[in-house]
């Protein structure tokens, strides 16, 4: 049932992306993060800090969105957070850690 939801979750998270590119990101991350958990590579403890992670991502995009222009400063924040999460994704699911 939690696996269920917290697919649901996911994919509820991965169609509300504000921009083309984030989307493509945002999918490309969401098959990673979910590649990991059917793998046994992610805990649920660093599952659910990396949907966190996505989560305040988007939540960047549309608040940099809201007032219809994205300042290049916004722009570079959001290049950032995107690059970050890459990161944390790559090392939580090579950490040696596995699901049990």
Known sequence: MQAKKFFTVLSFL???AAAVSAQSA???QHQRIKQ???SGEL???ETKTLVKQQKETRQDVRQAKADGIITP???KEIRQD???SNRTIYRTKHN???RN
Do not use: A, I, M, P
Request: hydrophobic letters at 10%; one cysteine or more; glycine letters at 10%.
């Open 82 to 84: 995107k690059r970050k």
């Open 26 to 28: 945002s999918r490309t």
């Open 36 to 38: 990991g958990v059917k």
């Open 73 to 75: 400063g916004e722009k």
């Open 96 to 98: 040696n850690r596995d």
């Open 43 to 45: 805990t649920r403890h």
């Open 14 to 16: 991965l169609c509300s």
